[in-house]
Every structure is written in C-alpha cells, then in structure tokens.
C-alpha cells in the first residue's frame, strides 16, 4: 500500500456455528470466512483514505464553485469531513460508479467510527457481509455513543451466546427489538418522521413496456392490503379455455379491478386476518414493541391498532407518547418550533419562548422589507465589492461575546468578493473588469452613487447581523427542545405508562397500572369475534426470563383456573381463597387423534412457532396446512404439540423431499436439522 503499511489486530477466526465441512463446502464456508476478513481490511483502509482527504481543502458552502446547498445537505454526516474529490477517486480506483463509491465511504467510516465491534466480529468471521446492512441500518443511527456501543455490544453477545445459525434477516429482527426497547424515543420518533415518506411510487422494470407501483405505507396498513388481495386472488378462478394465471397474477389483476373499475366487478368482500402480538405491558403504556403477523412494530402503533380494531383504548390521551408528526402543522418549513405548556411538560425558561417568538416576528417583518426591496431592484450588487470597513459595525454587533450563541459564525463579516478575490480595494482606472454597459444610467439614485452604495452596504451589513440573530434564536430553540424533551420524558416516566414500562414482570405491570387501564383491559380480553376482531383476543403464558412460550390461553379459561371448582367458587371466582394445589391449571393443548390437529392445538402450535422453524428461514407458517407431524402420522405419530412443528410451503416439501436431510424435533420444541454432508443446525421456539 503506498504511503505506509497498514496495520490491524486481527483476532482468531471462529468456527461456523455448525462447524467445518469436509470438501468443496468446506471450502465454501473458509472462503466465506476470508471475504468477511478482507471486507473488513478493506473497510479500515477506506477509512485511511478518507482520513486523508479532508474536507478543508474543498471550497467551503457559500463560496462560488462550492457543491451546491442541496448536495451537501443530502451527504452523510460521516462524509462531512470527508473531501467531496474522495468519492470520484475511489470509483476509479476500484471501477465503482460514484454513488456506489459514496455508499462504500459511508459503510466504511460507520464501521470504523461507529461500529467498531461489528468490523472485530466481521474480521473475525462471527459475522459476514449479508449481517453488516442491518447492523448499519439499525443500530449506527442511535444518536448517543455509549446506547450504541451498549447495543452492538449485546447483539454481538446474543450472536455468540446463541451459537446457531443466524441469517441477516434473524439478525434484522433482533436488533430491530433491542434498538425498540432500548431507544423507544428515538426510534418513536423515526416513525414518526417515516410516516411522512408515505406514498405511491412508480418506477420501470427491466423488462419493456412493464413498471413496479411501490405503496409505502404504516406495517398493519400493508398486511392488511397484502392478504386482501391474497384472498381476492383465491377467490378468483381463470376462464374455461384461458391462459392459466399466477397466485401473483390474480393479485394484479384483483387490485387493477378494484381501483380502475370499482363497483364493476363481482369480487366479493373478503375479511382480513392479522395476528396481533403484544405484551402486557405494552397494551398498559409501556414501550416494549409488539408484532403484526411476525413483524416489529413500535407499542404506540400496537395500542392504536387495538383501539381501531376493538373499540377501546387503554391509555389516558395525556399518557400515550404521540406518533405525530415531527414538524409543527403550523410550520410547513419544518422548522424547530419552541415548545408550550400544551406539550405536556414544563419547559424551563418559558418567558424565554416568549421572547424568541417575539424577535421571529420582528426578523420575519424585517426579511419580508428585504424582499420587497430586492424584488423593486433596490438591492442589486455592485460590479465589485466594498471594502469590508464598510460593514464593520454589524460584523462586531454579529461577534459581540455578550450575544448569545454568536461567538461560531465564521467569517461572516467577510463582504469580499464570493469567489475568493483578495481583500483589497478595486482599481480605480481601467485596471477592473469592463462595465456592464457602456451606457451610463440615464437617470442618478436619490443622494447619488457612493449613497446607493453606502445603503447596498448597510443592507448586506444588517443581513449578516439577521442571520447572526436567526442562528441565535435557532441555538436557543433546540436547548429549549432538549429541556422539554427531558422534561417530558421525566413526567412519562413518573406516569402510569413509564411505570408500567419499568415493570419486570404482566403482573407487576397490571399493579402500576391505573384502575381504569385494568379495567380496559379486562373488556378488551373478554370481548368475542365480532366488529374488528376476527377471533378473541388470547394470552400467551411465557418465561419472564427466557421469553420461552408456555401456554396459550383467554380469560375464560384463565378464570376456571383460578378457583377450586366448587359451585359457590364457579359463580364468584374472585372470591375464592381455597388452596388450588392438585388443580390441574393452565395447560397446553392436548393432542387429537385425528390427522388434522383441532383448532386449539392448530393455535398453540403457531404460537409457540409463529414462523418457518427451518434454520434461517423466517417466511410466514401458511394459515391452511403445512405444521408437519416430525414422526409422520401413518407411522405412529401423534397429532401433538410435541410432533408439530411449523414450516413454510418450500421447507416443508424440502423436508419431505430432500435427500440425505433428517429433522428431529424435541419435546420442548428444539428442532434438530442435519444436512447430507453432516452439519448440524438446531433452532428453538423464537421467544417472546
């Protein structure tokens, strides 16, 4: 490498998880292990090289021929120190377009600066090239360094203490839950900032004459419209004689109909089923996120769910921590508004607010003069540039020291020329840059030239003081952000949601919790199918601990448990003070002696599975069908929890199908999967 030689401590490569194979796949997995120990050399010295192209050889914004506001607003903040001539070098260096090289700089610095153990687990080979997306998607962005660190840190020690195989996607899912659990408010309020991205897009597809619609919306809202369609498409049947269609085919062709044609079409209405996954806590205000169908979403999402499909809400509206959206509806711009007692803490400094309103208001009239002026053509430049005495009395009001957060503006009193001419006075004969016009002016300003120059002067004098006192004010505004936002934070936390939140345990969590939040939950769990739910809603029995699935149960069931079965107790359970050992409590569901499992085992065993068990593969269990008896049923096997296990269309024909693969699974649920080649793959019930 010119320039040096590059150094790195370079730990001991670690085994694959199901450790080595014999021949070309064992080949396979130690050339795996050195592309993810050159990815990572490769990252280090793509740091180097960004280290020594700095940024403050660039012409800096506001200078002429700098990169434009909206590019260099749009760069990584990583990139800002970054020579924007780096990227350009290193496309060419390693044949890369330049937003692929741009991407490379940004993976690469976020790995170094920000995610220091996860490049130590990619040169070690605990982790590959297909891990590092969600890691840099998920956990870099967290704004505090030592949460970061925290949080790579635990999933890093998840992945070793695990000691199974873990795909990308497992890996995604897990550190969406920490990053969710661990920076609730952050990540409450990236949501809340990605609702505002939501929309139909349209962009064309490789093949000619075809294009891809892509609909960004909200996680529920997409299940939902994506099993409607499903449904439509089941229910449609291809013409006698025609062209047999795709289950994909019948969906484009359901939803071109239903909004190009509406109303001239005999689709019937189809009823929608989403699972719905959330804890205790969760449903009581805590931050814990719960799940739609298997996939994470934050808990202010869930409880708003439960309230639009069951008709009940559980939290005071006071209480809940508001998906809203990130800018003021009054303030389009999006800019930082200063907070008021409606925001629900108490914000210090309030009489400061006020002031600061109070200046916007005189800075707003004052840019609306400005304007006006400059669109009457009263502020046009002169040829050359004054000198910079002429505004020395606004540049020393804009670095005044008793001026608060004035004191890093720059050389804003610089009123020289913008493309870098040296500070000295223009030539006063012949030696300048021609005239505009060789025409003088047919009619001389009110007090003459030097007067329209001495008032251009002032005004470009006062614009540097405006934008001194704007950058104040916005300083002032986001300090008075932070003390809300901690603010507000405390008073949640001493709220019934934060309380709740704290809870290590549903039963502690129902003792924080408000009477009338017990009481909402009760109606909720005692509600049927019927309106938004398509069954009742169950409760999951798991570990504290372990998050290991139990039971699944409801409140009626829950209720029988709770008595000692005497008539008297039958009829007022809550009164019932008898010693319950010997009663048989809450239980799995039994087993069934037919081929088909009954529909209380068919729901315990895609609770406790709640996806494919195949090692790696996290596609959905299909709701008809496909939870395989592990010893087939014609050969004795019993249609028990025990014997069922959940698998998705493609592994479950692999299971049957493939040659030289045995399944096992346990009693517990551990399923066992051994490769023609001998390695094994163990994976358990995911937790709770």
Known sequence: MDGGTETSTVGAVVAPTVGWACGPLGAVQAAAREIARLTAVQARAV??????????????QGERGAMSAERWAARSDLLRAVSEWATPELAIAVNLTQPAAEALLVESLTLVHRLPGTLAALES????????????????????????????????????????????????????????????????????????????????????????????????????????????ADALADEDGGARRTRGQRMVDALLDLVLRPGETELPPVRVLLSVVASMGTLLGGDAPGE????????????????????????????????ADPTDPADPAGEVAAPSPSCGAAVPGGAEVAWQEAEQAQLAAWWDQVEARLLAGGLDEPDWPPDDLSGQRWVHAAFDPDADGLDSLGDLGDLGDPGGAPDTEPPLSGSGPPPASSTPPERCPAGGWWAAADRAVDDAGAAVHAAGLALGHARRSVRTARAAAVAEEAGWRAGPGGRVDAAPDALTALAAAADGQRQALAELLAATAGGGL?????????????????????????????????????????????????????RGAGPTGAYRPSAALDRHVRARDRRCRFPGCRRPVPRAGELDHARPHAAGGATAAANLAGYCTGDHRGKHQAPGWTHVLGPDGTLTVTTPTGLTAVTEPPPY
């Open 292 to 323: 739609v169908d298997g996939q994470l979403i934050p808990a202010e999402m869930v409880r708003r769910l439960v309230h639009g499909l069951a008709g009940r809400g559980l939290l005071p509206a006071d209480d809940a921590r508001a998906l």
């Open 47 to 60: 740091a180097a090289f960004a280290a020594s192209r700095p940024a403050s050889v660039d012409r800096q």
């Open 534 to 586: 398509a069954d009742r809603p169950r409760i999951v029995l798991a570990d504290a601990v372990s998050g290991a699935f139990r039971a699944l149960t409801d409140l009626p069931a829950l209720r029988r448990a709770g008595h000692c079965g005497a008539a008297a107790c039958r009829r007022a359970p809550e009164a019932c003070g008898h010693d319950l050992t010997g009663r048989p409590g809450l």
């Open 125 to 232: 080979g605990v982790v590959h090239r297909g891990h590092l997306w969600h890691l840099i998607d998920k956990v870099a962005p967290v704004a505090d360094d030592i949460l970061r660190a925290e949080i790579e840190a635990d999933l890093l020690a998840w992945l070793a203490r695990r000691n199974r195989v873990t795909s990308p996607a497992q890996l995604g899912d897990k550190a969406r839950r920490v990053v969710a659990r661990r920076d609730a408010a952050a990540a409450a309020r990236r949501l809340a900032k990605a609702m505002q991205e939501r929309g139909v897009y349209l962009r064309p597809e490789r093949a000619e004459g075809m294009a891809a619609v892509t609909v960004v919306c909200m996680m529920p809202e997409a299940r939902a419209l994506q099993a409607a369609l499903s449904s439509y």
